[in-house]
């Protein structure tokens, strides 16, 4: 497990500086960066829960609503035992550039329960969900905040919400996306985010004249977001060597079977012990010779402690906040080409607009409409944020903030806030 150097910024500092360059370069107005700059309400709930046992955890849960001037607030829910203030206020603020960045009309928010839902059951997990929900029913709504799942919680929690806030409001699959598609739920939303990170890596390597067949490609994280990139990546051609969990890693240089891996982990095996390939550590799969790094687990994976040895010259953001940023410095100094996560990992949000809008409309689309629709808005917020960047020669990050702050700017200024 990597730490995070002492002299090394991390969450909502580095967040806000990332704001207050871009504001300047935008030459925002200083009321609107002042607004900008904190969030909009963050709510602290206490979560007690009766465990199996008998006995009663208090758990502490957060939901921070960082701006809302472009719609209601969105946002997932972590279930982590580092997910407290700062961390669910760097990524609520994420999610407001992410949203203006892929021009869906959501503003940014992001909620928390410092728990390691690895060491609950699930009928404490279940508990756990409905007491947090209860607890912040009255911030969120479909015109307000809709939550959907980020790390630690799936569709099953998103089942669990959406029953806890129906006893309180009745029935209203809106409240939440990601749900399981018997519920509400949209097809193609578990796919989206992987989906997504890997329809940039293709226009990337369209761009730069790269044949997929020769870019290997290495996943940190085999959740949702890095198992559906990793298995995408697979069917379009590129060589998948090396996915990981939180265990290890499992490396094989012509290639892995994806689909093989996913059934193996379904199965209940770790990644690390795939049959018929080598493992390897986490730290080793962040420095393979490989072309592409995709780090889809947590925040901070690469400081200056270990961005030294990375040598993909290609690097996709599919967590939120993978690179800390002294090593995104650092690495786009050397030439690694960094694709931003809130273009990178968008795909979710993005059909969580569908969700939300299907949900609304009470009808269902096809699969292939949802993917169709998905494909049509991150190329044209990649082909945006490429364009400014070659234009402007400026990393992709700096041509992603710009496009996003002056539309949230903008929508703060048309709406008479300040
Ligand atoms: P998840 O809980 O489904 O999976 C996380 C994966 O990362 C697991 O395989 C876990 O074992 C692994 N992991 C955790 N810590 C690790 C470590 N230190 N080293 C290596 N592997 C580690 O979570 P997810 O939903 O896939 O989210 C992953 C990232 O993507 C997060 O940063 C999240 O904020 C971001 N994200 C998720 C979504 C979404 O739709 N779920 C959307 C946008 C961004």
């Given amino acids: 497990m990597v730490t995070v150097p002492a002299t090394e910024t991390t969450g909502y500092d580095d967040a806000v500086e990332l704001l207050e360059s871009t504001a300047e370069e935008l030459n925002l ?65 994420l999610m407001t550039w992410k949203c203006a960045l892929v021009d869906v009309p959501f503003g940014g928010a992001k909620g928390g329960v410092q728990c390691d839902p690895a060491q609950l059951s699930v009928s404490e997990l279940n508990r756990v969900t409905r007491r947090y929900t209860q607890n912040i029913a009255h911030l969120i709504g479909i ?19 959406m029953d806890a806030y129906g006893q309180l409001e009745g029935y209203t699959p809106g409240i939440v996306t990601g749900k399981p598609v018997a519920l509400g739920g949209s097809l193609g939303r578990e ?42 990546a697979d069917e379009a051609g590129f060589p998948v060597v090396a996915v990981s969990d939180i265990t290890g890693a499992t490396y094989d240089e012509t290639g892995l079977d994806i689909t093989a891996v996913m059934n193996h982990v379904n199965d209940g095996g770790l990644v690390s012990e795939f049959p018929g390939a080598s493992a390897i550590t986490n730290e080793e799969l962040l420095s393979l010779p490989c072309d592409v790094l995709i780090p889809a687990a947590n925040g901070d994976a690469i400081t200056t402690a270990n961005c030294d040895n990375v040598r993909a010259d290609i690097i996709i953001e599919a967590a939120n906040h993978p690179l800390t ?14 694709v931003p996560d809130i273009l990178a990992n968008a795909g979710g949000v993005i059909v969580s607009y569908f969700e939300w809008t299907q949900n609304i409309q009470q009808f269902r689309w096809e699969e292939k409409q949802v993917n169709g629709e998905l494909a049509t808005r991150i190329t044209q917020a990649y082909r945006s944020v490429s364009d400014l960047s070659r234009e402007r020669r400026i990393p992709m990050r700096r041509g992603a903030y710009l496009l996003a702050v002056k539309r949230v700017a903008e929508a703060i200024t048309m709406r008479g806030f300040v």
């Fill in 29 to 93: 107005r200083d009321d609107v960066l002042l607004l900008l700059r904190r969030p909009h309400r963050e709510l602290h709930v206490q979560v007690p829960v009766r465990m199996d046992d008998g006995s009663v955890s208090v758990f502490s849960g957060i939901r921070v609503q960082h701006n809302g001037a472009r719609g209601p607030y969105k946002g997932g829910v972590r279930f982590h035992p580092e997910a407290d203030l700062d961390e669910v206020r760097t990524l609520a603020s």
């Fill in 143 to 161: 015109n307000r905040d809709i939550p959907a799942p980020d790390m630690g919680t799936n569709a099953q929690t998103m089942a669990w919400m």
């Fill in 191 to 232: 796919a989206a985010t992987g989906r997504g990170v890997v329809l940039v890596l293709q226009q990337l390597c369209r761009d730069l004249g790269r044949d997929p067949k020769t870019q290997s490609v290495a996943v940190q994280g085999f959740g949702n977001v890095g198992s559906w990139a990793a298995r995408i």
């Fill in 325 to 338: 940023t002294e090593a995104d410095d650092a690495l786009t100094q050397r030439g690694t080409l960094i």
